[in-house]
């Protein structure tokens, strides 16, 4: 896409601060998944290794390895990087996914303002005019009956974010960096 105007590219528009961010999260992903990948195909001639999760990190449910009791799986202590890998590319992947998600949200919510303030004026002028009757009490209804859902959708979204994300805080961080200015 280019500018009309002056015939350059046009580019996203975000601060170098979180560019370097976004490119450290970006980072993160790239280095851990090469580290298990990498682990993998070291370990027992690219057989996946038994366990590549450490019992002392938390991981939420469905993103963590599953964890074998079976002592002859295992030769002996895993390499070294095996360990970190999937907790540094899950925290990079957390960031990155929080992040484009707030920034997503925060693009809608000015698109949807914007639309919403010139429906309002035109409602207001065209009461103005005479041209329409508005029911106030009957809008006061609807606005009460969306403002419900929409709370019910925000604690949905919650607690989809919470469960999902393999890293709550890492996600969390990339959405209050995605919504910041």
């Known amino acids: 896409m ?3 105007a002056t015939d350059k590219p046009v580019r996203l528009a975000l601060p170098g601060w979180k560019k370097g961010l976004l490119i450290g999260s970006v980072a993160m992903m790239v280095v851990g998944g090469a580290a298990t990948l990498a682990g993998t195909l070291l370990s027992d001639g690219g057989a996946a290794p038994a366990s590549n999760r450490n019992p002392a990190l938390p991981m939420p449910h469905g993103f963590a390895a599953e964890v074998t009791t079976d002592e002859s799986a295992d030769d002996g202590e895993p390499e070294e990087g095996s360990i970190w890998s ?3 590319f899950r925290m990079g992947f957390s960031f990155f996914v929080g992040f484009c998600i707030a920034y997503a949200v925060r693009t809608f919510f000015k698109i ?7 429906v309002l004026l035109a409602i207001f002028g065209l009461q103005y005019a005479g041209v329409v009757d508005v029911d106030w009490q ?5 606005f009460d009956n969306i403002s419900g859902w929409l709370l019910d959708q925000v604690s949905s979204f919650r607690g989809f974010i919470s469960g999902m994300l393999p890293s709550s805080a890492a996600g969390a961080a990339g959405m209050v960096i995605g919504l910041k200015r």
């Open 86 to 88: 999937p907790f540094i």
């Open 112 to 118: 949807t303002m914007l639309v919403a303030g010139v």
């Open 138 to 142: 009957a809008m006061k209804g609807h």
């Open 2 to 4: 280019k500018d009309a």
